[in-house]
């Protein structure tokens, strides 16, 4: 797998540091609310695993699957996989995801999150790639993690072609590793 890294974007000290960081902010701001943590699989998986265990307040988590179609550019995605099994009505909710690309999955579930009438809605990202923007897409994230250049990142649940994603750290994947 590292042969096919340029260069690591993120080590795991930092991802555990910025981790530890979000965090705290989020035991301290739900404290007393008892919040639904939701994960936007699969690509979160590590992130929610990593915030969630550091956030000492009481809690409740659930995970949705939204479809995608592979390759390294994200394309338009509209279907529910998987949803959330918690009543998310008049609850305190906060989306965690992996990556803000092109904005095309948190635009999504946010709008399906918000169809459930939860009191409170936010958004958690580890890392925010603004150039990739789609045009029309004016979400912005509650909590951001890193905000990365336009590179094609994997490892930390990322993937390209569903592997990497068991790297610990963010990589830059070599173009030759996508181009062949
Ligand atoms: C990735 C990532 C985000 C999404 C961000 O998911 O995990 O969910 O893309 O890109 P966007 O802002 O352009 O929508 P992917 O569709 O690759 O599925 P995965 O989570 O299963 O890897």
Redesign the pocket.
């Known amino acids: 797998m590292e042969k096919d890294i340029k260069e690591i974007m993120l080590t795991e000290e930092q991802i555990q540091a910025k981790v530890k960081e979000l965090a705290a902010l989020l035991s301290e701001e739900y404290a007393g609310k008892d919040p639904v943590f939701i994960g ?5 998986f590590m992130f929610f695993a990593d915030v969630i265990r550091n956030v000492t307040i009481p809690c409740e988590m659930d995970f949705m699957c939204i479809s ?1 179609y592979g390759g390294t550019t ?1 394309t338009g ?1 509209t279907d529910v996989r998987k949803d959330v099994s918690v009543d998310l009505k008049g609850r305190h909710v906060v989306i965690l ?10 635009d999504f579930t946010c709008r399906h999150i918000m169809n459930k009438q939860p009191a409170s809605l936010k958004v958690c990202t580890l890392l925010d790639k603004p150039a ?1 923007r789609k045009p029309g897409i004016t979400l912005q994230p509650d909590y951001v993690g890193y905000v990365i250049p336009n590179e094609f990142v994997v490892g930390y ?3 390209y072609n569903e592997h990497f994603r068991n790297l610990p750290y963010i990589g830059i994947l070599k173009p030759e590793a996508y181009e062949k």
């Open positions: 936007v699989l699969k690509g979160v995608s994200s995605k995801e992996d990556i803000y690309d092109t904005g095309n999955s948190l990739r649940g990322l993937d």
